[in-house]
């Protein structure tokens, strides 16, 4: 089955600590990208990829880090959590940037105390 | 900054009607629009593409006007299932991040 697959799907944490949140899609798509989601703002895009190695800024990326090892992998790092940083977070991918949709993965709930 | 705009709703109808939602671009540049379907605390999920010339897929009809910068999804015969929120995405050709619309909120009630 095609699919974006996101870990954890709820993860607690405290001020510092750093994290990771896990992307995996299997649709060999070359794009991938990172989303908040938060109340009255809509969807931001943090991050995305363009194809293995190739990362770049989306609308928020302060706080955030990613890398881009393997085409299959798109790993959001949180090195040191605020407050500010407990959001709902969705990785998608697609075959194109400029004209395919979005598969989004089912969603990470992070909260930061 | 907001390329996108949608009402954000509540639009409350009954089982049966006929709604229709429109969105808004500011960008001329948009090349490709989407409609997705977000239910709540979920991922959103793809309902159609938009072609210029208009699409329909059973119920749901999607409609681009270029010249005036807005595109529009009709849900006909409304289903409590369509309860909902609805999501316009536009993708720049000078731009690599898709802009999206905040959303519309649907209550089919009974």
């Known amino acids: 089955e095609a699919q974006v697959t996101q870990n954890p799907r709820y993860l607690i944490t405290v001020t510092g600590k750093k994290l990771t949140v896990t992307c995996s899609q299997n649709?060999?798509?070359?794009?991938m990208s990172w989303y908040r989601q938060d109340p009255g703002l809509g969807l931001r895009q943090i991050y995305y990829?363009?194809?293995?190695?190739?990362?770049d800024k989306g609308d928020v990326p302060e706080g955030y880090k990613v890398s881009r090892k393997e085409k299959r992998n798109f790993p959001l790092i949180l090195e040191s959590p605020s407050p500010n940083q407990t959001s709902l977070y969705f990785c998608a991918s697609s075959r194109s940037a400029l004209s395919s949709p979005l598969h989004f993965g089912n969603g990470t709930r992070l909260t930061v105390t | 900054r907001k390329e996108v705009e949608q009402d954000p709703g509540p639009f409350n109808v009954p089982e049966g009607a006929t709604v229709a939602f429109n969105c808004t671009y500011s960008?001329?540049?948009?090349?490709?629009f989407f409609w997705y379907r977000q239910d709540c605390r979920k991922e959103p999920k793809l309902l159609m593409s938009v072609y210029s010339s208009g699409n329909e897929d059973g119920r749901f009809t999607a409609q681009l006007n270029r010249a005036s910068q807005y595109i529009s999804l009709l849900i006909r015969d409304s289903k409590l299932s369509d309860s909902a929120t609805y999501l316009c995405v536009g993708l720049s050709g000078g731009s690599y991040i898709p802009t999206f619309g905040r959303g519309t909120s649907l209550i089919v009630h009974p």
């Open positions: 990829s363009m194809n293995v190695e190739v990362t």
């Open positions: 960008n001329s540049a948009s090349q490709s």
């Open positions: 649709m060999n798509h070359e794009y």
